[in-house]
């Protein structure tokens, strides 16, 4: 039988070229090679697989369907009854008698394949992702250049996942930097940098909806008695506890910090109504100082402890800046760290 197969199309070089360097995404680069693969090879249908080995399926990604056969897109299969495992097996990837070399398919006889081919999609260390397929209803021969324009095709969308795997790699290696530096070592809490951000965020919130941010700055009086009493690491676990408290404890939407030692800030939104300031500032200091104070049995200590100072602000968005809310509430802090000495000296 002669082959039906087609010369290669004027250009196709260059188009190729312009597909792998425009393409994105595996599909942009797939689809049109789809096309190009069966012009060369003239085959009804041409389609991209992923191979899940574990999972014991394959399913078909994108698929070009020109004539009587119709690959379905997105249809799955068992990987055990399809033609690709059978190919990869025995490394026969083209066969214009399916029905004799593989007539016991059941998903061959559901499609209809007569003439098939394809080549796997090799990814770095020997993984399969998929395969690169056509197929058609008919026998149809496929010629040495049709099966170099089919395996030339796989690897270059072999190439194109490996560069989205990396892309993704390096995203992901990104948001965990990112993180990172937005995160307390110790505490695991958002550190300083992170509620600077969030307190520019709050208050922009604020401005466009009418809120004003509250603010709870909180420093842990007697921190280095408990240092100098039981050990830096006791401290340590007192301040890994406290941040367990506070994240705990604290009202959704608001956001527990560490910025720095023995000073933790509390940060969210209010809104707006006929509540005073003090009201606020009262009821905030209800709900913060009991998540703190109280006993605490850590691996190298245990003991009793009071509470710390707090300098809570509930502020306009529109009368300052983030960084002079905080400032302020470090000032309204020290100033009730005052007032608690004075009363234990009294």
Same mark, same amino acid.
């Given at each position: ?22 393409? @994105?995404? =595996? #599909? +942009? !680069? ?5 096309? $190009? ?8 249908? *041409? ?117 989205? @795997?990396? =892309? #993704? +790699? !390096? ?5 965990? $930097? ?8 110790? *505490? ?159």
């Amino acid at each position: 039988m002669q082959s039906s197969e087609r010369p290669l199309p004027n250009g196709m070089l260059a188009q190729m070229s312009g597909i792998v360097l425009t393409a @994105r995404t =595996v #599909e +942009q !680069l797939t689809r049109p090679l789809l096309e $190009l693969l069966e012009l060369v090879t003239g085959l009804e249908s *041409t389609y991209l697989t992923h191979v899940d080995v574990a999972g014991g399926v394959q399913e078909i990604l994108y698929a070009r369907n020109s004539q009587q056969m119709e690959i379905p897109e997105g249809g799955i299969f068992p990987w055990e009854d399809t033609l690709c495992q059978r190919a990869l097996q025995e490394k026969r990837f083209y066969t214009d008698e399916v029905n004799v070399c593989w007539g016991e398919s059941d998903a061959a006889r559901l499609l209809g394949i007569r003439t098939y081919l394809s080549a796997p999609v090799m990814l770095d260390g020997g993984e399969v992702f998929g395969t690169l397929c056509g197929a058609s209803t008919r026998q149809q021969p496929v010629s040495e250049q049709g099966l170099q324009v089919l395996t030339l095709f796989a690897g270059l969308i072999a190439q194109h996942l490996q560069r989205e @795997r990396l =892309v #993704e +790699q !390096l995203q992901m290696a990104n948001a965990t $930097l990112e993180n990172y530096s937005f995160t307390d070592a110790l *505490t695991g809490l958002p550190n300083r940098r992170f509620i600077l951000a969030e307190l520019d965020r709050l208050f922009a919130q604020g401005q466009r909806h009418g809120q004003r941010v509250m603010v709870a700055f909180i420093d842990l009086d007697g921190f280095k008695k408990i240092n100098d009493t039981y050990g830096h690491d006791a401290g340590d676990e007192f301040l890994q506890a406290i941040a367990q408290r506070l994240r705990q404890g604290v009202r959704q939407g608001d956001v527990a910090g560490r910025l720095g030692g023995d000073e933790f800030v509390v940060v969210g939104l209010v809104d707006g109504g006929e509540q005073t300031h003090e009201a606020i500032t009262a009821a905030t200091r209800a709900r913060l100082a009991p998540l703190i104070q109280g006993d605490y049995a850590l691996r190298h200590a245990a003991f009793h402890y009071p509470g710390g100072s707090f300098g809570i602000l509930c502020v306009d968005p529109a009368s300052c800046s983030a960084e002079q809310a905080l400032v302020q509430a470090d000032a309204a802090m020290y100033r009730d760290k005052q007032a608690r000495r004075q009363v234990e000296m009294a």
